[in-house]
């Protein structure tokens, strides 16, 4: 095999192991409405080896006291980025936190009793 036909298959090959990997996301609400809004708190988890080495606890009462409206994880342009240069050894995750609108409990509560 020439030299250069090496290279394409090594630059296939590469190709396919960035494009096979998958996306991951999931979303955890407590209040419908907080999914949809613009979170008002974002943390990274660093994790390593595709995704199987690492582990994050975020205690989000620290950023909503008055209680939590949605936490969703997944990744970005920034945390895809940093996994296809580092060839997967490094993959961060983004936390995306929505607080509990005050208003909106206090309105949900009252017209349930």
Known sequence: MSTRIKGISWAAT???AALSTGCYKATFVAEPGAAKRTPDHEEWENHYL???T???????RQYCP????????GGNAGTTTL??????IYTPRKVYIACSDPARTTARL???R
């Open 54 to 60: 690492g582990k994050t606890d975020i205690d989000v």
């Open 110 to 112: 009252e017209n349930a």
């Open 83 to 88: 996994s296809i240069v580092t060839l997967g």
């Open 66 to 73: 008055d209680g939590v409206g949605a936490v969703r994880t």
């Open 14 to 16: 590469l190709l396919a």
């Open 50 to 52: 595709f995704g199987t």
